[in-house]
């Protein structure tokens, strides 16, 4: 068969979240945020490997993902929702015991109108001006929160990447400021800010990329693998040009693979002439423009063509081929297409 193999390593994937657990104090919780299809890797299985490692609490965006991940986890765990409280949501809220996170004074309204006696959380825009209810917001508000007794009062980082930026340090007084001695859960941490320190952890984090084995977590073990086949080589002259648009001309007689996976598969356009693949431990370079289903590489320097060739593996990991072309692991990650055949080792 030509589909490509997406290996996930479930052990891998559990092993990242207790490291990042460990990171934490005891008395901290450990969330685990699954968005976006776990980002991109299938939330039935790392959800379910999730669970079994210790997260008892995890975070969505949207409220349907919320009720596929109730389906998934059954009834014990406790699920969040970033988005909040959107007009409409109230059924799927209430009926899969979902905790909107409440990013506005509408969202709260709405939310006390339709569901008064619902558990919720409420998100507080620290700074990054995404997210969540202004200070003076909260100011206006928290005395007809407070008493209902708010699951989690959170904020996020924007800068957590990036340990030295005074970002950071903002935020958190900020949020230290507007949350300190009401006696509410509170989590500022994502991956970032888990490794920023104990400042940062208050009573929960919420790591997601960590988790998957991406940066800023530099010793995540990693999650996944690629393996692309070989559909068919040949040998072409010095003088002859690869693919669409002519970008790229042997230099030497060169032995070409042709391999089966594109930028539909995710694989960005923008990686022709510029990434590699490996053949074991040899790297093998990415020649040409990558097209939709198909990409060709120089495997001169093998000694026999090779049935497949990773893109993702021991060598190379997602952030490495994201660097490459000035993006990041998660978008490569969440950004991996529908076609792959998705194998899940570590059991679930
Ligand atoms: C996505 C997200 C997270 C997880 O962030 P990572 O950087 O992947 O660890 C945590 N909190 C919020 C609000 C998010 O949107």
Same mark, same amino acid.
């Not at 800068?159 to 005074?166: L, Q």
């Not at 991406?214 to 010793?219: I, K, N, R, S």
């Not at 495997?299 to 000694?303: A, P, Q, R, S």
């Given at each position: 068969m030509a589909t490509p193999t997406l290996t996930i390593d479930l052990d891998a994937l559990r092993a990242n979240w207790r490291a990042l657990d460990t990171a934490s104090g005891p008395e901290v919780r450990t969330a685990a945020t699954v968005k976006a299809d776990g980002y991109g890797l299938g939330i039935g299985p790392v959800a379910r490997s999730l669970a079994e490692a210790g997260a008892r609490q995890f975070f969505v965006a949207l409220a349907e993902e919320g009720a596929a991940l109730r389906e998934i986890l059954g009834p014990g765990p406790e699920i969040a929702v970033y988005s909040g409280h959107m007009p409409g949501d109230a059924e799927i809220i209430a009926g899969n015991g979902l905790i909107p996170m409440l990013n506005s004074v509408e969202q709260l309204t709405r939310h006390f109108e339709a569901l008064p006696d619902h558990r919720f959380g409420i998100q507080i825009d620290s #700074?990054?001006?995404?997210l969540g209810m202004e200070p003076a917001e909260w100011a206006a508000v928290a005395e007809l929160a407070l008493p209902r007794g708010p699951w989690l009062l959170q904020s996020h980082l924007a800068?957590?990447? /990036?340990?030295?930026?005074?970002m950071n340090e903002r935020q958190r007084e900020v949020f230290e400021q507007l949350t300190e001695g009401l006696g509410v859960p509170r989590s500022l941490a994502a991956t970032g800010g888990v490794l920023l320190g104990a400042a940062y952890h208050f009573e929960m984090t919420r790591p997601g990329i960590g988790l998957y084995g #991406?940066?800023?977590?530099? /010793?995540a073990r990693p999650v996944i693998g690629l393996s692309i086949p070989v559909i068919q080589s040949r040998e072409v002259e010095p003088g002859e040009t690869v693919g669409y648009g002519n970008t790229w001309t042997a230099q030497r007689a060169t032995r070409l693979a042709t391999i089966a996976a594109g930028y539909a598969d995710g694989i960005h356009r923008a990686l022709s002439n510029r990434a590699t693949l490996w053949a074991g431990d040899t790297p093998c370079p990415l020649v040409g423009r990558v097209s939709m289903d198909l990409i060709t590489v120089d495997?001169?320097?093998?000694?026999e063509v090779p049935e497949a060739l990773d893109l993702f593996g021991l060598h190379q990991g997602v952030d490495d081929v994201a660097d490459l072309i000035e993006t990041i692991g998660y978008e490569v990650l969440t950004g991996l297409g529908a076609r792959y055949a998705r194998r899940y080792v570590g059991g679930a």
């Open positions: #700074g990054m001006n995404r800068c957590a990447d /990036e340990p030295a930026h005074a #991406g940066a800023p977590f530099a /010793e495997v001169t320097d093998l000694d």
